[in-house]
């Protein structure tokens, strides 16, 4: 049971920094070209133009950006509420139920962010439309960090303290 706790809480921390990398990167959506460069954050915007050095500043916060940093706040705090009682865990076994639903409050606050950002394809500066991404813009690397690694840590972390309830059936 002991390397179960850690394994979680390694991967309940490294949900916690993929999280909070991918609010740090204002790189959500892009442009992909190299010449002329626009990234796109929740908060920022930053443009490169004809490979001169990067020039970021602050834009407007759309409702959707705004409902995403507040699901990333959760999922943190769920994050981080999951390491603490898998910590905890090791002196009081019942606080792995409570470390099992952290996770999971973490893993479904990831859920909505990524069910609620394509809601902001719709700005002026994207062009595009609700849920639809215009040809010329790709996904950025948060959104990638977010998707790939933080819901599969998160998830991971939380499938494998389930395992030892399901060897108290068998």
């Known amino acids: 049971m002991d390397k179960v706790l850690v394994v979680a809480g390694l991967l309940y921390f490294l949900a916690d920094i993929f999280v909070i990398a991918s609010i740090a990167l204002?790189?959500?959506?892009?442009?992909?070209?190299?010449?002329?460069k626009i990234t796109i954050g929740l908060t920022r915007h930053c443009q490169t133009l004809y490979l001169r050095g990067e020039v970021c500043f602050d834009t407007e916060v759309t409702k959707s950006c705004i409902a995403c940093l507040i699901f990333l706040m959760l999922s943190i705090c769920g994050f981080s509420l999951a390491l603490l009682m898998a910590v905890r865990a090791h002196w009081l076994r019942d606080r792995v139920v409570l470390a099992r639903w952290a996770a999971y409050f973490g893993v479904l606050c990831l859920a909505f962010v990524g069910m609620i950002f394509p809601f902001g394809y719709s700005r002026d500066i994207v062009g595009g439309t609700t849920m639809r991404l215009p040809s010329h813009w790709k996904i950025g690397d948060s959104y990638r960090v977010l998707w790939v690694l933080s819901i599969a840590s998160g998830f991971s972390g939380w499938a494998i303290l389930m395992l030892p309830i399901q060897d108290l059936f068998h």
């Open 26 to 36: 204002d790189d959500w959506i892009n442009t992909g070209s190299d010449l002329e």
